[in-house]
């Protein structure tokens, strides 16, 4: 069976634009297998945050650890583990840690764009 | 933003053949608009399990909380909290709770199978 665990000191920054103090880890990912979508693991640093950014795919996505917020399409939501979120293709959105501890999170993604074309990080 | 929360005292029963002490809630799925998958959330109590059975498409699932055991196509691994797991399409699989305290896992299911056709529990 293939099986992974999640841990926090086996993640590699992510280096795109608009990044602050963001690593990850692909758990389940095409590189495993996966026929339709893929699990990554996330780690944001206390002030760090994701891009503010929109693409042509959905997040499903499951907070682990820490606080902080989310912002999808212009609203702004407060978000602690134990919260799952649906970020849908084309919204404007992005995750800030505005705690003191790391804020972890799970962001499930399509492996295929609907029109075709691998998503990246899938 | 579509936000739901995991709670093991909102999920329902699960009565299939094979199945003991199991409720569940469907987190983001057909429901909630999901395009792609769908994100459930299973409680299983101690001495309880899912069905031992197989089905045409994958699992992706992570452990959250509990311990146990998971057979997948004749291999049985301990289970506990971060594991994460690929359940492989036609894979006689089960999940059995070994421990005392209730075993909380989310489990991923693509919204339609390959052939055409929805999973159920999507």
């Known amino acids: 069976m293939l099986k992974t665990r999640i841990d926090p000191t086996d993640t590699s920054p992510v280096a795109l634009d608009g990044v602050k103090g963001v690593s990850m880890r692909i758990l389940l990912g095409r ?5 339709h979508f893929s699990m990554r693991h996330f780690v ?14 959905e997040h499903e996505v499951v907070v682990l650890s820490g606080s902080g917020e989310a912002e999808h399409d212009g609203e702004v939501a407060a978000i602690t583990a134990g919260d799952a979120l649906f970020v849908r293709a084309d919204a404007l959105h992005q995750f800030r840690n505005t705690g003191d501890q790391p804020l972890q999170f799970l962001c499930l993604v399509p492996r295929d764009r609907d029109g075709g074309g691998e998503v990246p990080g899938s």
Request: glycine share 16%; net charge negative.
């Open 31 to 35: 590189e495993h297998g996966m026929p």
């Open 44 to 57: 944001v640093a206390p002030g760090g945050h994701t891009p503010r950014h929109a693409h042509d795919y």
